[in-house]
T-cell receptor, first 114, second 114 residues
Framework: NAGVTQTPKFRILKIGQSMTLQCAQD?????MYWYRQDPGMGLKLIYY???????DKGEVPNGYNVSRSTTEDFPLRLELAAPSQTSVYFC?????????????FGPGTRLTVT | AQSVSQHNHHVILSEAASLELGCNYS??????LFWYVQYPGQHLQLLLK??????LVKGIKGFEAEFIKSKFSFNLRKPSVQWSDTAEYFC????????????FGTGTRLKVLA
């Protein structure tokens, strides 16, 4: 099993460009999340999904959009990239294993907007 | 709203020293508590978790944490650190009361000197 995969690993965008960060999982987990990690700020939740067709905003959703058409995929869309979106983005999933609710993280995408 | 505080932002220790990283959370109900570790250049991995039962939980690599409900704390400990423990450590709370959102602390960067 690959677990949680993310593409691309690195990307440089110019201000105003758009892109989609891909996240896929093969664990059949219903719950998927997008976080951004900034130095000294920990992880901030951007969007999450509790199943195909269902998404909701997290703490910092402005400037981003998501969709969840399948259980496996949860892409994150940046429509008009801004320097404030320079960050490392992590996708994560949670499966119901008893009551443990632990999260499984992907390797991350490092995005720079210049 | 739930929140997580990690008071130590940077910790430097020599090998064989003992480690204790503080974590306090604010939430009045039942919580699941986690410590994640992020080694340089890698994604977050679960170190240990608490959801019920014995408040002293043991994780991988000799780490342990104690849940003290009256103090809303979940401090991470290790009796003797190694150079390979150099990493960033995140406390998180979540998965409580049927929700699947997680709140992360801002992280503690640990450097172990050989």
């Amino acid at each position: 099993n690959a677990g949680v995969t993310q593409t691309p690993k690195f990307r440089i965008l110019k201000i105003g460009q758009s892109m989609t960060l891909q996240c896929a999982q093969d664990m059949n987990h219903n719950y998927m999340y997008w976080y951004r990690q900034d130095p000294g700020m920990g992880l901030k939740l951007i969007y999450y999904s509790v199943g195909a067709g269902i998404t909701d905003k997290g703490e910092v959703p402005n400037g981003y959009n998501v969709s969840r058409s399948t259980t496996e995929d949860f892409p994150l869309r940046l429509e008009l990239a801004a320097p404030s979106q320079t960050s490392v983005y992590f996708c994560a999933t949670t499966g119901e294993q008893g009551l443990t609710y632990e999260q499984y993280f992907g390797p991350g995408t490092r995005l720079t907007v210049t | 709203a739930q929140s997580v505080s990690q008071h130590n932002h940077h910790v430097i220790l020599s090998e064989a020293a003992s480690l204790e990283l503080g974590c306090n959370y604010s939430y009045g109900g039942t919580v699941n508590l986690f410590w994640y570790v992020q080694y340089p250049g890698q994604h977050l991995q679960l170190l240990l978790k608490y959801f019920s039962g014995d408040p002293l939980v043991k994780g991988i690599k000799g780490f342990e944490a104690e849940f003290i409900k009256s103090k809303f704390s979940f401090n991470l400990r290790k009796p003797s650190v190694q150079w390979s423990d150099t990493a960033e450590y995140f406390c998180a709370v979540g998965g409580a009361s049927g929700t699947y959102k997680y709140i992360f602390g801002t992280g503690t960067r640990l450097k172990v000197l050989a």
